[in-house]
């Protein structure tokens, strides 16, 4: 196995354990009520965090898929990052705007940050499945 491919693979093993890690870390925050200003800003430096580890290792994926010689898996990679990216720019924004309106008082923003909160949940999930199902359907 060529240095490019155990690189790949290494840098795959960290992208999982990013997301999965998120996954893990970011259902419990579900049960936060979300209703004080303290529990927006956690929730929304936690996914922060992730968004940037998300990037990172999924960029570094790319990149070493594509030295490795595996452009579909390195395609794969380069997308979610890119989708990190793009969710990044969504979500951290709404979460702000969010958080200030439970900072004065607004209890209709409440549920708007919980479905937030709940749909980059999801989003990962499906991320984390396409990640584990590409390893083994595009794997020769």
Known sequence: MSAAMIAALCFTVALLV???????????????????????????GFFN????????????????????????????????????VILRKKVIPTMDSLGAQIQSNGIHAIPGFRK?????????????????WSLTALNP
């Open 49 to 84: 965090i992730y968004y940037v580890a998300a990037v990172v290792t999924a960029t570094a994926t790319s990149i070493s898929y594509a030295f490795a010689g595996r452009p579909a898996l390195a395609s794969g990679a380069a997308a979610l990052a890119m989708i990190a």
């Open 18 to 44: 990013t997301t999965a890690y998120f996954i893990m870390g970011s259902i419990p925050l579900l049960v936060l009520r979300h209703d004080t200003p303290l529990d927006a800003g956690f929730v929304r």
């Open 116 to 132: 937030t909160h709940l749909v980059a949940i999801l989003i990962n999930i499906v991320q984390f499945v396409v990640i584990v």
